[in-house]
């Protein structure tokens, strides 16, 4: 480790881990397998990345162990340390929800007065409950939240839920959505003040930034009449202008533009209405505004 490098502090082993060394990859940052280290330093950019326990990151972050970090915002939210949230990444997205058992009848938030819910994140729960002017008896437990109910220690459980399997096991139903959540970057808060680190830190912002964008976006290429490129030109997000280029068969252009992934299957029917062929998608590896 150099003291002069940035460094990043991910989840050891858990859901945020795959990703998030995806993310640095196609973000052109090398980095070794790493089995059962607890740091290991990127070959081609100034950044030593820390393996711990999510629930520690925000503290580590906080008090400068690391300069940055990724973990989910649901943990961000209860630890309550003092960072600064960079970027939000846009992966891991789950929900915390309050459940209730199968058979109650919910109406509203006035059920849970005087009642006992279970969770991991007591900070997160009180304060939505405060909000909401509901009084009720937060269970702090660390694990396992969803057995609460079958053992007589909770009446409801606010939990991360996103395919809502776990729940089902359990026999209950989801009532209420407290926080929608997705894996963020933060960095302690006075990093500016490093001049070495924050330039590292623009930087690795701006190629997480560029393989975000990339891997949201598409590389379309057609072949259009020409009289059809006004009404192509508006069916084509004004996001990117196309490029127009013409082609030996007098009459007809080719278009290629970049466009929102999930619009292509919208647009594809219309493009071919307005006479466009040889239709072409690619992927994108990077995108630099
Ligand atoms: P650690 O051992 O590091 O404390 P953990 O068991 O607390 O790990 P994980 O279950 O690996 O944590 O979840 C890490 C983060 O991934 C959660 O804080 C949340 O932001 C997100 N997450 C949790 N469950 C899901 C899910 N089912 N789908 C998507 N993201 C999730
Ligand atoms: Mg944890």
Redo the contacts with the bound molecule.
């Keep these: 480790m150099n003291g002069n490098n940035l460094k990043l502090a991910i989840?050891?082993?858990?859901?945020?881990t795959d990703k998030t060394l995806s993310l640095l990859r196609s973000s052109g940052i090398d980095i070794d397998n790493y089995s059962d280290r607890l740091t290991v330093s990127a070959r081609n950019f100034d950044l030593d990345i820390l393996f711990l326990?999510?629930?520690d990151i925000p503290e580590y972050v906080q008090d400068g162990v690391a300069d940055i970090g990724v973990v989910?915002e649901?943990?961000l939210l209860e630890k309550q340390s003092d960072v600064s949230l960079i970027k939000k990444l846009g992966y891991?997205?789950?929900r915390l929800m309050i459940a209730s058992p199968n058979d109650f009848i919910y109406e509203n938030l006035i059920q849970l007065e005087d009642k006992r819910i279970a969770t991991s994140y007591p900070n997160i729960l009180k304060k939505y409950l405060t909000e909401n002017n509901v009084n009720a008896k937060i269970i702090d437990i660390s694990g396992s939240v969803e057995i609460a109910p079958a053992l007589g220690i909770a009446d409801f459980i606010c939990d991360?839920v996103?395919t809502g399997n776990t729940l089902k096991l359990h026999k209950l139903k989801t009532i209420e959505k407290v926080i929608d959540?997705e894996?963020v970057l933060i960095s302690r808060n006075n990093i500016t003040k490093d001049s070495t680190k924050n330039e590292l830190l623009s930087k690795l912002v701006q190629r997480i930034e560029s393989s975000i964008t990339a891997k949201s976006s598409k590389y379309l290429m057609m072949n259009i009449p020409a009289s059809s490129l006004e009404n192509i030109k508006k069916i084509i997000p004004a996001l990117k202008s196309p490029t127009v280029l013409p082609l030996a068969d007098e009459g007809m252009l080719a278009v290629h533009a970049v466009i929102p992934n999930d619009l292509f299957w919208d647009i594809v029917d219309k493009l071919k209405s307005e006479g466009a062929s040889g239709i072409l998608i690619f992927p994108i590896e990077n995108l630099i505004p």
């Design positions: 989840q050891k082993k858990g859901r945020l326990r999510d629930d989910g649901n943990v891991s997205r789950c991360i996103s959540s894996a």
